[in-house]
């Protein structure tokens, strides 16, 4: 093997292992946050995911109108997180 190859092995390895780090921080994050299990909504039924979906959209709302109402309690990052998880479960 080249080190041309080592480092390219390498380099898709350290992708690989931030994307499934990315994965894991939003199942937790999910979990916390409102508690749907992330993995189990994936694998149900689609009547399943509109409801996860449904309340995820409630759930973005409540944090937009904290947002928008310059609420303490607002967190941007929390917003975004629910958007991305619900675009996941969408997919």
């Not at 390498?10 to 931030?18: H, I, N, S």
């Not at 967190?75 to 479960?89: F, P, S, T, Y």
């Amino acid at each position: 093997m080249t080190s041309h190859h080592l480092v390219r092995q390498a380099r898709e390895f350290l992708t690989l292992k931030e994307k499934q780090r990315g994965e894991a921080m939003q199942r937790a994050a999910l979990q916390i946050l409102c508690g749907i299990d992330l993995d189990a909504v994936l694998a149900a039924s689609q009547e399943e995911k509109r409801t996860a979906i449904r309340r995820l959209k409630r759930l973005i709302e409540r944090e937009r109108l904290k947002g928008t109402s310059g609420h303490w309690s607002y967190d941007l990052n929390r917003h975004i997180a629910l958007k991305q998880a619900m675009e996941r479960i969408r997919q």
